[in-house]
């Protein structure tokens, strides 16, 4: 085994007080959603995202060019249901000479930082990357962004430093029965976090209509 992502099997591997995060796959009937998550990036946020200055013109075309064939998208959902933690997993080209290689990017808004979403976002993806047969993960990031090392380090990823950029790359071994079934599991956690929400959802907008006011928010 190579890294500590390599040697988690089971779903608890992401969890926060014991439960498992919710990590859904996102399709293309979430741009607008995925749009809303960015465009609540602060400057600061969306240059440590992006590596550099993105004003609201430049997100949109960045969401509106999203492939959802080609890449996987992976959401996490406040009770609101909107879009808390997002990363995109890009897949890089394939040459024959190299390894399969992704490209793994993430934003959690401030509201959900410091609860366990960007490794539960982080391991969500290195598992669907072993599971499509990704041998390396990269995350690419400035260099004094302390969350991300923090987070890549402790996933095992080796860092390379030069000039104010820092790759991180993560070894990764073929999927097994485990990868498989814990990314089945965390599938089916999503898709029952997501339909519960939106039932609270859609009964706590028909208590504001009957009140005819807002109730607490769920
Ligand atoms: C990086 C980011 C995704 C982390 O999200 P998160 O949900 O807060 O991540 P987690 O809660 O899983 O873990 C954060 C860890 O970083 C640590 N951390 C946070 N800020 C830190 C800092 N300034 N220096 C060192 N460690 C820091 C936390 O203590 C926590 O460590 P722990 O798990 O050992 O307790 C989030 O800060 C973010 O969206 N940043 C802006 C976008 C960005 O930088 N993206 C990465 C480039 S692709």
């Known amino acids: 085994m190579h890294n500590k992502l390599a040697k988690s099997h089971s779903p608890s591997s992401f969890t926060v007080a014991g439960i498992p995060v919710p990590v859904r796959e996102l399709h293309a009937g979430h741009r607008a959603a995925i749009l809303q998550h960015f465009l609540q990036l602060n400057d600061d946020d969306r240059r440590l995202r992006f590596g550099t200055q993105t004003p609201n013109e430049v997100i949109e075309r960045y969401v509106e060019g ?16 909107n879009i808390v933690g997002l990363a995109h997993l890009a897949y890089l080209p394939v040459f024959k000479s190299k390894a399969r290689a992704a490209e793994f990017g993430v934003s959690v808004l401030v509201k959900g930082r410091g609860q366990g979403f960007g490794t539960a976002l982080l391991g969500r993806a290195a598992v669907h990357s072993r599971n ?73 907008n028909s208590w504001s209509w009957l009140l005819g006011r807002p109730t607490l928010a769920t």
């Open 66 to 81: 999203l492939d959802f064939n080609q890449d996987t998208i992976f959401g996490i959902f406040d009770a609101q249901l």
């Open 132 to 204: 499509t047969r990704i041998e390396t993960l990269f995350v690419h990031c400035l260099a004094n962004n302390r969350a991300m090392m923090h987070l890549a380090q402790k996933a095992g990823m080796s860092v390379e430093y030069a000039y104010g950029d820092a790759d991180a790359y993560l070894t990764l071994p073929p999927a097994n029965s485990s990868t498989i079934v814990e990314e089945a599991a965390n599938k089916q956690w999503a898709d029952f976090d997501y339909v519960l929400k939106a039932n609270l959802k859609r009964a706590n």
